[in-house]
């Protein structure tokens, strides 16, 4: 298991993170979230997200410490084709939104005037 925290103050994002990883829970491709709670560790009270443990590290851990700085084809196309899967099923829970727009509010391709 993985624990991800933060400060009870920043609790928001993580508690929205939770929501949107118990609406995917059903995904294979997607780390499953086993809930989240508060604790309290000298004197802060502080907010506790509870995450599937993902053993092979991130692909970017993979890749860097592949001794080549690249993978072989298989792996790629097992990784993309996981990737694609995930994104799919983000997409079919309407997690993504299809208004050209990054959760950040800014859009994709805008040229400045």
């Known amino acids: 298991m993985a624990v991800k925290t933060c400060g ?3 609790s ?7 929501s949107i990883l118990q609406q995917l829970k ?3 491709q997607i780390i499953e979230c086993f809930g989240g ?3 309290f560790e000298n004197d802060e009270k502080l907010y ?4 599937e443990y993902a053993m092979g590290g991130s692909l970017a851990d993979k890749l860097k410490n592949s001794g080549h700085r690249s993978l072989p084809e298989s792996e790629v196309r097992r990784h993309t084709e996981a990737i694609l ?3 799919q099923c983000i997409h079919e829970n309407g997690c993504v939104r299809e208004d050209r727009r990054f959760w950040f509010g800014e859009e994709i391709g805008r040229e400045d005037s």
């Open 48 to 51: 506790n997200l509870f995450l």
């Open 37 to 39: 709670d508060f604790s």
């Open 12 to 18: 928001a994002l993580l508690d929205h993170e939770k």
């Open 8 to 10: 009870s103050s920043h």
């Open 26 to 28: 059903d995904c294979p």
């Open 85 to 87: 899967k995930g994104l």
